[in-house]
């Protein structure tokens, strides 16, 4: 049974940090590409950050510079270092793994960030 499991959000001020993880079971983590994703109440989910299982990242526009992803594949499990975090930021933010170079994914279930002015 695959798992992955979100911890780190919370109630941050604005310019704080949080830092989110995200433990994975059931599944070969180093074949997987990890990412994270947010959903903010009325609108879409967006991609946030993603590494590779040979750990090239890339980021949304919106975060670069301020988040940080990175993975542990002895652990089996994927962060993101938030900083200069903005009211903007709050959000659910959802762990994602998707096998490479196939279409199987899977979802965590999700941690709030709010993040307050």
């Known amino acids: 049974q695959v798992q992955l499991v979100e911890s780190g959000g919370g109630l941050v001020q604005a310019g704080g940090s949080l830092r989110l993880s995200c433990a994975a079971s059931?599944?070969?983590?180093?074949?997987?590409?990890m990412a994270w994703y947010r959903q903010a109440p009325g609108k879409q989910r967006e991609l946030v950050a993603r590494?590779?299982?040979?750990?090239?990242?890339n980021y949304s526009d919106s975060v670069k510079g301020r988040f940080t992803i990175s993975r542990d594949n002895a652990k089996n499990t994927v962060y993101l270092q938030m900083n200069s975090l903005k009211p903007e930021d709050t959000a659910v933010y959802y762990c994602?793994?998707?096998?490479?170079?196939?279409?199987?994914?899977?979802w965590g279930q999700g941690t709030q960030v709010t993040v307050s002015s």
């Open positions: 590494i590779t299982s040979s750990g090239s990242t």
């Open positions: 059931g599944i070969i983590f180093d074949m997987y590409n």
């Open positions: 994602h793994a998707q096998k490479y170079y196939t279409t199987t994914y899977y």
